[in-house]
């Protein structure tokens, strides 16, 4: 139960943008209920490379929900920038790149604690991957190669964003998401959150609640994956894996 650590809030989104809609349009109402009175977000533009124009779109969205977001990558220091916010968002992109920069700036300590005292987390995509124990479940290619794949360990389980289904009328002859995250299994023990686009992962007051419109698959070792519906506590899925 995510190391019954009931001041941890983290809300994990599966992807930025929805079809048909606008950049973070679709969590905008989730968003607004978590983070409440916050007024200053630090974003993490680390996953894009162009970091400048990555920071002003969310900076230009936020704007418009009435929070006062700053860059880390503009900060003179990174560290205390962490320790001066009233919460993050970690913005989506190449994971490898994410975590390899998490890594470069000293971050993860800094993070993980803001977030055990109860500073709010927001990650969405890479930003999500980021979250979990390990980033082995990312489907991003390793275009540069962080020193190790463990991530923040701010929730049990490994995310899975951007979860497809397979489809039986597919040709496509080449692995599915769910056959890879069962080759996962083979060789871990970590759950695995297969959060489809529009899907979101909420945790507060020790519980773990899932959200949005599109509902997730829940693999775990040895064990059928199962389906959870938005709305779904999904505690009792992860607390089995030993995971702080």
């Known amino acids: 139960m995510n190391g019954g650590n009931k001041t941890k809030r983290v809300l994990l989104i599966s992807n930025s943008t929805l079809h048909g809609s606008g950049y973070l349009d679709h969590a905008e109402a989730e968003i607004h209920d978590f983070l409440k009175n916050v007024k200053r977000v630090l974003f993490v533009p680390y996953a894009l490379y162009d970091r400048d124009a990555y920071a002003s779109m969310a900076r230009e969205r936020f704007k418009k929900m009435g929070y006062d ?4 990558h503009a900060a003179p220091a990174p560290t205390q920038a962490v320790n001066d916010t009233d919460a993050v968002f970690i913005g989506g992109g190449n994971t490898f790149r994410l975590l390899k920069s998490l890594y470069d700036f000293d971050l993860l300590d800094p993070i993980r604690r803001r977030v055990a ?8 995509s890479a930003g999500s991957n980021v979250a979990g124990p390990t980033i082995k479940t990312t489907k991003d290619m390793p275009i540069v190669q962080p020193p190790s794949f463990a991530a923040l360990g701010l929730v049990p389980f490994q995310i899975s964003p951007h979860y ?28 695995v959150a297969g959060l489809r686009e ?10 773990t609640t899932l959200k949005g419109s599109t509902g997730a698959r829940i693999f775990r070792k040895g064990l059928a994956p199962v389906e959870r519906q938005p709305g779904a506590r999904l505690d009792d899925l992860f607390a089995a894996s030993g995971q702080e």
């Open 117 to 124: 005292a109860g500073m709010p987390y927001v990650g969405s």
């Open 164 to 191: 497809l289904d397979p489809d039986p009328n597919s040709t496509h002859m080449g692995e599915t998401q769910e056959e890879r995250i069962l080759q996962f299994l083979e060789e871990n023990d970590t759950p």
């Open 69 to 72: 977001l700053v860059s880390i």
């Open 198 to 207: 529009g899907a979101m992962v909420r945790v507060e007051n020790g519980s």
